[in-house]
């Protein structure tokens, strides 16, 4: 027999087809073990990662028990069609591999595996039309990933060739051969794959290690090696379903109640108020080498240092600041509509400015509370780079002009330059080496300095542009025209520091966090280290201005000018995928290890409340030695009927 004559279809058979499958296998092995996307902590060294030969040993075994599935589909295949045997083996065993790659990149992104019910809810609740505002650097990872599978099919191909043609054995085309390789194949997966949780059950320290580098393992794209559901210690049981059965009427009589809540007294020296917010600010942001001006702020003002976002999305973030209510109040078309800001504001002579450098409000409901009908002067434009910020920075510059004898004005000033791909001036870019406006998304972690530097420096653009708007309160002191100017951010960013790249699609600290600083006429200067919120910001501002509602508590936030001690407090931040949101509770006593969050499903519009579990800062379950409570869904719920 010549190893090396051509062969046609039907010399396959299972002895073939086996070759095929190891090669595919190894191959698959290779893409896993080898990609430059590596786990959520920025310390974690990818290389170091790949080269444990105990992860090796366990991404080999879960790339055969897959493929050997395809393996007996391949040969169940035969025996129906066996004229189409050749070309639908290879296919099916390549189709895991690229399976695995589209996987890859998407967990990459967004921290969700493709077969899971999370995957289904972001296809879901993230609009198709937010494609339009992917940067290039999506199709250069696209490209690249592609790039790579395509080599290593072609390299695949090439060796199983060398192989079957170098060794005759493998030209056997007995029937009782073939049997044996698909009973085998069909063994070896049972084994392979049970293996799995077997091994992560005796080795708790590799599973954790596996499981925070779940894209080198591809049964964790079909969500085997999941963690088991969380043990909460349920005690307020009661007390949370009877609070559950009650929303549909909490959630009306906390409406109503908002609509009732005016004005009973003004001050008599109305200031300006400037609220800018930016995109995607986290507070590592806010320091004087990176925003000078802003930081200037923080000696006049209040800094306030561990501040959160509605959410992690820029609808859930502005609509806190607008109505001073947690973002779970964003689906209830009542509250959405009638922003309390521009309400309460307008009831005291004040004259309502937006201006934006982004225009696309009615993709994520956000049209709502920003639209011509609730403000005296609107001007919007799609982004087109900083150009767009500039004229909105003059345009509200020029809304807050030094004329006495105009009513008193709040002008809101939306940037979008920090948004990723992150707009920099080449002179403002000081932080090097930095990553050019291609940089892949999501980015490997080798990227990561070259991308944040590039992030500081569109912060530093940033800064610089406003400097003259955020100075007036050192210049307008005593002047008519006082101006109270809030900085802050709709969200924070993640890179890659919990496991995915950007915001919007996991509940963490980084995604969820952001730079906050109030100042102006008459506001203490002081830092601020309690926790704080986006719905704080309102009744500090109604505060600041001196307006005094009826019923202030309607509001979920507080004012923080004041210096009298701030009691505990739970509260939500609302994650933009899913109904989930973190319950943070900041009753907890200094210095003892708990979980950041408590992850809840929550829906006012269902009425549903599940408590799922506890998590760390990164959105991960948390690791506590002994189970967790109930108690701070519990107290949060209680919190709502006002």
Same mark, same amino acid.
């Given at each position: 027999m010549n190893p090396f004559r051509r062969e046609t279809a039907d010399d396959e058979s299972g002895t073939p087809g086996l070759v095929t499958v190891m090669t595919w296998s190894l191959g698959w092995c290779f893409i896993a073990r080898a990609h430059p996307w590596g786990g959520p902590t =920025?310390?974690?060294?990818?290389?170091?990662? %790949?080269?444990?030969?105990?992860?090796?040993?366990?991404?080999?075994?879960?790339? &055969? %028990?897959?493929?050997?599935?395809?393996?007996?589909v391949w040969l169940g295949w035969r025996r129906m069609r066996p004229g189409t045997s050749a070309w639908f083996g290879r296919a099916i065993l390549a189709a895991w591999p690229a399976i695995f790659c589209v996987d890859l990149w998407i967990y990459s992104l967004t921290g969700v595996h493709v077969? *899971? #019910?999370?995957?289904?809810?972001?296809?879901?609740? &993230?609009? =198709? *039309?937010?494609?339009t505002f992917a940067s *290039?650097?999506? #199709?250069? %990872?696209? =490209? /690249?990933?592609?790039?790579?599978?395509?080599?290593?099919?072609?390299?695949? /191909? /090439?060796?199983?060739?060398?192989?079957?043609?170098?060794?005759? =054995?493998?030209?056997?085309? %007995?029937?009782?051969?073939?049997?044996?390789?698909a009973i085998t194949g069909m063994i070896a997966c049972l084994v392979f794959g049970l293996s799995q949780r077997w091994v992560l059950s005796r080795f708790p320290d590799r599973a954790e290690l596996i499981r925070e580098h779940s894209t080198r393992h591809p049964m964790a794209m079909l969500g085997w090696l999941n963690e088991p559901p969380a043990q909460?210690?349920?005690?307020?049981?009661?007390?949370?379903e009877r609070i559950a059965a009650e929303l549909p009427g909490i959630a009306d009589r906390r409406i109503r109640q908002l609509r009732m809540n005016v004005v009973v007294e003004q001050g008599t020296r109305q200031a300006d108020i400037l609220i800018v917010v930016g995109e995607s600010l986290r507070p590592e942001l806010l320091t004087p080498d990176v925003m000078p001006n802003t930081f200037a702020?923080?000696?006049?003002?209040?800094?306030?240092?561990?501040? +959160?976002?509605?959410? !992690?999305?820029?609808s859930l973030g502005v609509f806190s600041i607008v109505s001073g209510l947690e973002a779970v109040w964003f689906y209830k078309s009542g509250v959405r509509f009638a922003p309390t800001m521009n309400r309460l504001f307008r009831q005291v002579g004040y004259e309502l400015g937006f201006f934006a450098s982004a225009n696309d409000w009615s993709t994520f409901q956000m049209d709502a509370f920003l639209s011509d009908e609730h403000y005296d002067a609107f001007q919007c434009e799609r982004f087109s780079g900083l150009e767009s910020d500039r004229r909105a920075i003059a345009a509200t510059e020029a809304y807050l002009d030094s004329d006495p004898t105009r009513p008193p004005r709040l002008a809101m000033l939306y940037l979008y330059g920090t948004h990723a791909p992150f707009w920099c001036e080449e002179a403002e870019s000081l932080d090097a080496p #930095?990553? $050019? $406006?291609? +940089?892949?998304?999501?980015?490997?972690?080798?990227?990561?300095?070259?991308?944040? !530097?590039? +992030?500081? !420096?569109?912060a530093r653009t940033l800064d610089a542009s406003i400097g003259d708007l955020i100075r007036q309160p050192e210049r307008t002191e005593d002047a008519d025209r006082p101006r109270i100017v809030i900085v802050t951010g709709d969200h924070g960013e993640s890179f890659g520091d919990d496991g995915t790249i950007g915001h919007g699609t996991k509940l963490s600290v980084d995604q969820t966090r952001t730079l906050a600083v109030i100042a102006g006429s008459g506001l203490p200067q002081r830092? &601020? $280290?309690?926790?704080? #919120?986006?719905?704080?910001?309102?009744p500090t501002m109604l505060s600041a201005a001196g307006i005094t509602t009826s019923l202030p508590d309607q509001l979920d936030g507080r004012d923080l000018t004041q210096t009298t001690p701030w009691a505990p407090r739970t509260f939500s931040i609302a994650g933009y995928v899913g109904k989930e949101i973190a319950i943070v509770d900041d009753r907890k006593p200094a210095g003892i290890a708990e979980p950041w969050a408590m992850r809840c499903r929550f829906s006012l519009m269902d009425g549903s409340v599940e408590l799922i579990e506890p998590i760390g800062p990164g959105g991960r379950r948390w690791k506590p030695h002994e189970v967790i409570g109930d108690g701070s869904l519990a107290d949060w719920l209680g919190r709502l009927p006002r």
């Amino acid at each position: 027999m010549n190893p090396f004559r051509r062969e046609t279809a039907d010399d396959e058979s299972g002895t073939p087809g086996l070759v095929t499958v190891m090669t595919w296998s190894l191959g698959w092995c290779f893409i896993a073990r080898a990609h430059p996307w590596g786990g959520p902590t =920025i310390s974690a060294d990818p290389l170091a990662v %790949s080269a444990d030969p105990f992860a090796v040993w366990l991404t080999a075994v879960q790339c &055969v %028990s897959l493929q050997c599935v395809a393996l007996a589909v391949w040969l169940g295949w035969r025996r129906m069609r066996p004229g189409t045997s050749a070309w639908f083996g290879r296919a099916i065993l390549a189709a895991w591999p690229a399976i695995f790659c589209v996987d890859l990149w998407i967990y990459s992104l967004t921290g969700v595996h493709v077969a *899971s #019910a999370r995957f289904v809810e972001l296809l879901r609740d &993230v609009p =198709i *039309s937010i494609i339009t505002f992917a940067s *290039s650097g999506v #199709a250069v %990872s696209l =490209i /690249g990933l592609a790039t790579a599978w395509s080599v290593v099919f072609v390299l695949v /191909g /090439g060796a199983e060739t060398f192989v079957r043609r170098s060794v005759p =054995i493998l030209h056997s085309r %007995s029937r009782r051969w073939e049997r044996v390789v698909a009973i085998t194949g069909m063994i070896a997966c049972l084994v392979f794959g049970l293996s799995q949780r077997w091994v992560l059950s005796r080795f708790p320290d590799r599973a954790e290690l596996i499981r925070e580098h779940s894209t080198r393992h591809p049964m964790a794209m079909l969500g085997w090696l999941n963690e088991p559901p969380a043990q909460i210690l349920v005690k307020r049981s009661g007390e949370i379903e009877r609070i559950a059965a009650e929303l549909p009427g909490i959630a009306d009589r906390r409406i109503r109640q908002l609509r009732m809540n005016v004005v009973v007294e003004q001050g008599t020296r109305q200031a300006d108020i400037l609220i800018v917010v930016g995109e995607s600010l986290r507070p590592e942001l806010l320091t004087p080498d990176v925003m000078p001006n802003t930081f200037a702020l923080t000696r006049r003002g209040l800094w306030l240092r561990q501040h +959160y976002a509605g959410g !992690n999305a820029s609808s859930l973030g502005v609509f806190s600041i607008v109505s001073g209510l947690e973002a779970v109040w964003f689906y209830k078309s009542g509250v959405r509509f009638a922003p309390t800001m521009n309400r309460l504001f307008r009831q005291v002579g004040y004259e309502l400015g937006f201006f934006a450098s982004a225009n696309d409000w009615s993709t994520f409901q956000m049209d709502a509370f920003l639209s011509d009908e609730h403000y005296d002067a609107f001007q919007c434009e799609r982004f087109s780079g900083l150009e767009s910020d500039r004229r909105a920075i003059a345009a509200t510059e020029a809304y807050l002009d030094s004329d006495p004898t105009r009513p008193p004005r709040l002008a809101m000033l939306y940037l979008y330059g920090t948004h990723a791909p992150f707009w920099c001036e080449e002179a403002e870019s000081l932080d090097a080496p #930095a990553a $050019d $406006d291609s +940089y892949p998304i999501p980015f490997p972690q080798s990227w990561r300095r070259r991308v944040w !530097n590039r +992030y500081r !420096n569109a912060a530093r653009t940033l800064d610089a542009s406003i400097g003259d708007l955020i100075r007036q309160p050192e210049r307008t002191e005593d002047a008519d025209r006082p101006r109270i100017v809030i900085v802050t951010g709709d969200h924070g960013e993640s890179f890659g520091d919990d496991g995915t790249i950007g915001h919007g699609t996991k509940l963490s600290v980084d995604q969820t966090r952001t730079l906050a600083v109030i100042a102006g006429s008459g506001l203490p200067q002081r830092q &601020v $280290d309690q926790t704080t #919120a986006h719905f704080d910001l309102l009744p500090t501002m109604l505060s600041a201005a001196g307006i005094t509602t009826s019923l202030p508590d309607q509001l979920d936030g507080r004012d923080l000018t004041q210096t009298t001690p701030w009691a505990p407090r739970t509260f939500s931040i609302a994650g933009y995928v899913g109904k989930e949101i973190a319950i943070v509770d900041d009753r907890k006593p200094a210095g003892i290890a708990e979980p950041w969050a408590m992850r809840c499903r929550f829906s006012l519009m269902d009425g549903s409340v599940e408590l799922i579990e506890p998590i760390g800062p990164g959105g991960r379950r948390w690791k506590p030695h002994e189970v967790i409570g109930d108690g701070s869904l519990a107290d949060w719920l209680g919190r709502l009927p006002r």
